[in-house]
């Protein structure tokens, strides 16, 4: 299993470029979820996906929309990249039970706008 | 909401020493805690997770502790080892489905 997958791993931008983050897991997870991660600073809450066909916003949605193109794939899209959002990006997956609510984090994708 | 909070941005320990990263949590509602480890230029890595019916649970070499009397948290590494040399989050759970992550103590090992 690969687990959770990301592409690409690194990426620079332009101010008003677009471009879309992949994510894809093989763990037959429900619940997807995008993270960011600045310096100095925890992961913070992007857009998450609870099932396949939901999705629902987290802590810093502005500037982002999301994708659940299917059960496996968890897309986030930035529409006009700004400077602000030179960040590391994580997906996750996981499968809540009655005992766990661990997510199964992806190698990340390093973003820089200019 | 939930905030989690962590007390010391760095920690640095002896290597074969214990070492101790506390973290604190303001929902007195919330039930359920993760560790994450996260080495440079990966993504995080689960620890242990504990549920608010627990005061202590052990893993290998890992004890985490919660006092819901004060809101605490912690995790102790045992006979800390230089692969222990990382960034740890802990994270408490919102609602039914997000967790949200303190902002990380880094820990390094002296030889």
């Known amino acids: 299993n690969a687990g959770v997958t990301q592409t690409p791993k690194f990426q620079v931008l332009k101010t008003g470029q677009s471009m879309t983050l992949q994510c894809a897991q093989d763990?037959?997870?429900?619940?997807m979820y995008w993270y960011r991660q600045d310096p100095g600073m925890g992961l913070r809450l992007i857009y998450y996906?609870?099932?396949?066909?939901?999705?629902d916003k987290g802590e810093v949605p502005n500037g982002y929309n999301v994708s659940r193109l299917n059960k496996r794939e968890f897309s986030l899209r930035l529409e006009s990249a700004a400077p602000s959002q030179t960040s590391v990006y994580f997906c996750?997956?996981?499968?809540?039970?009655?005992?766990?609510?661990?997510?199964?984090f992806g190698p990340g994708t390093r973003l820089t706008v200019t | 909401g939930e905030s989690v909070g962590l007390h010391l941005p760095t920690l640095s320990v002896q290597e074969g020493d214990n070492s101790i990263i506390n973290c604190a949590y303001s929902?007195?509602?919330?039930?359920?805690f993760i560790w994450y480890k996260q080495e440079s230029g990966k993504g995080p890595q689960f620890i242990i997770d504990?549920?608010?019916?627990?005061d202590k649970r052990q893993g290998q070499r890992v004890t985490v502790l919660l006092n819901k009397t004060v809101k605490h948290l912690s995790l102790q590494i045992a006979a800390t080892q230089p692969g222990d040399s990382a960034v740890y989050f802990c994270?408490?759970?919102?609602?039914?489905?997000?967790?949200?992550f303190g902002q990380g103590t880094r820990l390094t090992i002296n030889p």
């Open positions: 996750a997956s996981s499968d809540q039970t009655r005992y766990s609510y661990e997510q199964y």
């Open positions: 763990m037959n997870h429900n619940s």
């Open positions: 996906s609870a099932s396949e066909g939901t999705t």
């Open positions: 929902n007195s509602a919330s039930d359920y």
């Open positions: 504990i549920r608010s019916n627990m």
């Open positions: 994270a408490g759970l919102e609602g039914a489905q997000k967790l949200v």
